[in-house]
């Protein structure tokens, strides 16, 4: 079921209408009580209250629509089109009405425990920014159109963090803590093709909490201490590397001191002592020869 524009006219003037018409209706009325002869006082009387029995029904078709609102039109439980004209409307009495807002929401979903590619249990979350696109379908497609947007997306969430490890093992698969904007695009990809039976436009979905579950969070915090130790030993260890052999170089090219093989092992020894600890070291002074 598609939308279609419903009928409806500019209130303004119809009240006019209704107003001639009531002000008609009252003079019948008021002639026939003060007995003119110009009719029958039975005849003005009846015509009379018809008139503002019909003119009392005629105003139960005004409605009013607010800016980014639809009214969704129905006669005797048949869709009869939907209203989206700012303003004082009037429509056919018999329809009845329902009021449904176009402008642009968010709700952001609870903390979900879910595993991920790799069985990790991890908790997660997203803020999905949605709005209503067709009004029909949102009302008769779907039970309640609102609740049917938080479960929906909240199971697309399950089911997109089910497919992305936490952490990238490798760099050229995706992960959900390194990879955000394409987390989040298959995030929304996977949301608009659940709602999209209820009319229903999702404009921006993205995670808006990640972390691992508690009972693992220890030990994936010193996994990633450990990680970060081994990155920084390598970077110094390598670093250390490139100090001693230019150390050597200048030493060698300016002929400060000749070493032998023995005697360089045991400087390289102490240079990369000294550059890789973690902690100051204590020179010792050689007062006598090196042999």
């Known amino acids: 079921m598609n939308e279609h524009q419903g009928f409806s006219v500019a209130g303004i003037p119809f009240v006019g209408f209704c107003l001639a018409l009531a002000a008609i209706g009252v003079w019948l009325v008021v002639g026939a009580i003060h007995g003119q002869p110009d009719a029958p006082p039975l005849v003005r009387l009846f015509g009379g209250v018809l008139l503002l029995a019909i003119d009392g029904f005629l105003l139960k ?3 009013q629509v607010a800016p980014n609102e639809g009214q969704v039109l ?12 700012e303003g004082l409307r009037w429509t056919n009495p018999f329809y009845s009405r329902q009021r449904i807002s176009l402008r642009v929401r968010n709700f952001e979903s609870g903390k979900l ?19 209503v696109l067709d009004t029909a379908e949102a009302v008769f497609c779907v039970d309640d159109y609102e609740d049917f947007v938080h479960i929906q997306s909240e199971s697309a969430l399950r089911q997109m963090a089910q497919s992305y490890p936490y952490d990238a093992h490798d760099d050229g698969k995706p992960s959900l803590r390194s990879h955000g904007e394409v987390i989040n695009n298959h995030l929304r990809d996977e949301i608009q093709a659940r709602l999209e039976k209820a009319g229903v436009q999702v404009i921006e979905a993205r995670i808006s909490h990640l972390a691992y579950a508690q009972e693992i969070a220890q030990a994936m915090l010193q996994r990633q201490q450990a990680g970060a130790i081994i990155a920084a030993r390598t970077r110094i260890v390598e670093g250390a590397v490139s100090m001693v052999g230019m150390a050597l170089e200048q030493l060698r090219a300016q002929g400060v001191v000749e070493l032998d093989e023995e005697r360089k092992a045991t400087m390289v020894s102490n240079l990369l002592v000294v550059l890789c600890g973690e902690r100051g070291t204590q020179p010792v002074l050689n007062t006598g020869t090196l042999y």
Request: charged share 20%; proline share 3%; net charge neutral.
């Open 61 to 63: 078709g005004f409605f």
């Open 74 to 85: 129905q006669l005797f439980g048949k869709y009869a089109g939907t209203v989206r004209v």
């Open 113 to 131: 425990k879910v595993n991920d590619n790799d069985g990790n249990p991890i908790e997660i979350g997203a803020v999905v920014v949605w709005q």
